[in-house]
């Protein structure tokens, strides 16, 4: 399977992080971080993705399967920067990556089923902070999972996330 799409979203009143130091019972250096709805955000972009299971493989290898797909986000928001009097600032959208990208090895017979994935996810605004962007840095993660079912009644599985403990890091 080969598929590929575009899409483009507008969104008004969407929620993203943003941190102040206010006043409290007389303390000028309080720091309050709350979720602040923004005005008007929009997204534009593009997936494609390919899918094979590799059944023409001989014997026990028949049982490979491949998938990879790729995103391509253009974002804007606007917010409020708290730090420059209550201006509308435009800024890419809170939390969205402009790149993220899985790929991944599969394996399907007998009951057995089992996936190792490389998601990688691109750096992405996390919060606003006194009028300062909080960056998070991209990151490359890999996963697993193992299912086997039994008389056809009966699964077991494991999840296991992150095996490379990839940490999300701040710029």
Do not use: C, M
Not at 61 to 87: C, I, P, R
Not at 153 to 169: D, G, P, R, S
């Amino acid at each position: 399977i080969l598929s590929g799409g575009i899409f483009y979203k507008k969104l008004s009143d969407f929620i993203y992080q943003q941190t102040t130091d206010q006043t409290f019972q007389g303390d000028p250096n309080v720091e309050v971080t709350q979720a602040i709805n923004g005005d008007n955000a929009s997204l534009f972009g593009f997936e494609v993705a390919w899918q094979q299971n590799l059944t023409f493989l001989p014997g026990i290898l028949g049982g490979l399967g491949v998938y990879a797909n790729y995103t391509y986000t253009a974002s804007n928001a606007e917010v409020e920067n708290f730090a420059q009097g209550d201006e509308l600032t435009e800024i890419d959208l809170p939390g969205q990556s402009e790149h993220v990208g899985n790929v991944a090895l599969t394996y399907t017979k007998g009951g057995f089923s089992g996936r190792v994935t490389v998601n990688f996810n691109g750096a992405f605004i996390s919060e606003i902070d006194g009028g300062d962007l909080v960056l998070i840095d991209s990151r490359t993660q890999l996963d697993a999972s193992l299912s086997q079912t039994f008389a056809k009644k009966f699964t077991v599985f494991a999840e296991l996330v992150n095996l490379n403990n990839a940490e999300q890091i701040e710029l």
